[in-house]
């Protein structure tokens, strides 16, 4: 039902009908928001570096698609997500499916993302300054717009065929 969940919310993006009875959808939400959340070693880590440079951070937001956003901060007078990615996120360095499919939601549902991938992190070492340098310029880069997925984030349709707004039916197939 979790992964249910996703499709259901990519068919949303992409105008793809028919959409999940709905019932169905919010037993798939359901399951969505119920599974927990675990905090890793690296998410303590860098929610530790923001709270050093003096931010209030909430973790695990949940938000209204029900993906659950690893910390929140307000940073130049904006709420700021920030997603701590491990290796189970990509596949070599590209992101999982699941994980560009969330970025996308997020940035499409208003969320200003930065995305900390592991090995950029672990690149810092236990430079404290090093570590609160790069969440200042990773914050200051989603907020001057130079922080924007890359064109194929930005068009998750295009694999399956469908265009985005495209409200074809899926039994009809495509031509």
Do not use: I
Not at 56 to 63: G, H, I, S
């Amino acid at each position: 039902l979790r992964q249910l969940h996703q499709w259901q919310l990519w068919r949303v993006q992409c105008g793809v009908l028919p959409q999940l009875p709905p019932a169905l959808r919010e037993r798939c939400l359901e399951a969505f928001v119920a599974s927990s959340a675990t905090t890793s070693a690296l998410q303590r880590n860098v929610v530790a570096a923001l709270r050093a440079l003096g931010l209030q951070v909430d973790e695990e937001v949940r938000t209204e698609l029900g993906y659950s956003v690893d910390a929140v901060v307000l940073w130049g007078g904006c709420e700021v997500a920030v997603e701590v990615d491990g290796p189970s996120h990509f596949v070599g360095r590209t992101p999982t499916g699941a994980t560009a499919l969330k970025r996308r939601l997020l940035a499409q549902g208003g969320w200003r993302l930065v995305a900390l991938p592991y090995w950029e992190w672990d690149a810092l070492g236990r430079r404290a300054e090093a570590q609160r340098e790069y969440l200042r310029r990773r914050l200051d880069g989603v907020m001057a717009g130079l922080e924007r997925p890359t064109r194929d984030a930005l068009d998750p349709c295009a694999a399956s065929g469908a265009e985005p707004g495209d409200a074809r039916d899926a039994s009809q197939g495509v031509d």
